[in-house]
């Protein structure tokens, strides 16, 4: 029998609804460096899942497809896009020729280092909230949960909201 889990606690909502908003923020900041780096955020996302492949993985349409959570003709149309653009390259398999693999050209790995690098120092110097979000769902004691503390305010910050 599957054993039943107790009530959520009113902290373990609110902790949640701040990972929840953590991840937002993250994932909104990731696309307007994206955007100002030149590559659309989906594009981004493409070079990034190519460049991280783990061991093993070969740049299918399948394979992006499973690691973006897109369909297959999404990925098709991303790749068709980014090849045009010179970030992508497509190539036949040299053992079955019906299989296409992609493969990050030179720009598209300058675009891509451009952006993670940003990323990486971001989540370096300010991902400790992001943490503690998790963090506090993963406690096994209720009530344990502190609101992540607010990043400092960045240039051009709106104030009084």
């Known amino acids: 029998m599957l054993e039943q889990m107790p009530s959520i606690t ?9 990972l929840r908003h953590r991840i937002r923020l993250f994932l ?3 696309d307007a460096k994206s955007r100002k780096s030149g590559l659309e955020p989906q594009q981004y996302l493409l070079l990034l899942a190519l460049r991280g492949l783990p061991d093993g993985a070969e740049g299918t349409i399948r394979t992006l497809a499973d690691r973006l959570a897109l369909k297959h003709h999404s990925v098709v149309e991303l790749v068709d896009r ?12 040299r053992h079955d020729r019906r ?3 992609v493969s990050i050209l030179p720009r598209g790995e300058k675009l891509l280092e451009d952006v993670a690098k940003q990323r990486i120092s971001e989540l ?25 503390k607010r990043s400092p305010r960045r240039r051009g910050a709106r104030v009084g909201r």
């Open 10 to 18: 009113t902290e373990e909502y609110r902790a949640l609804a701040e």
């Open 28 to 30: 909104r900041e990731g």
């Open 82 to 93: 980014m090849s045009m653009r010179g970030y992508v390259r497509r190539n036949r398999s």
């Open 99 to 101: 299989r296409v693999l």
């Open 124 to 148: 370096r110097s300010s991902g400790a909230a992001l943490v503690r979000a998790i963090e506090a769902l993963l406690e096994k004691k209720p009530g344990k949960y502190k609101e992540a």
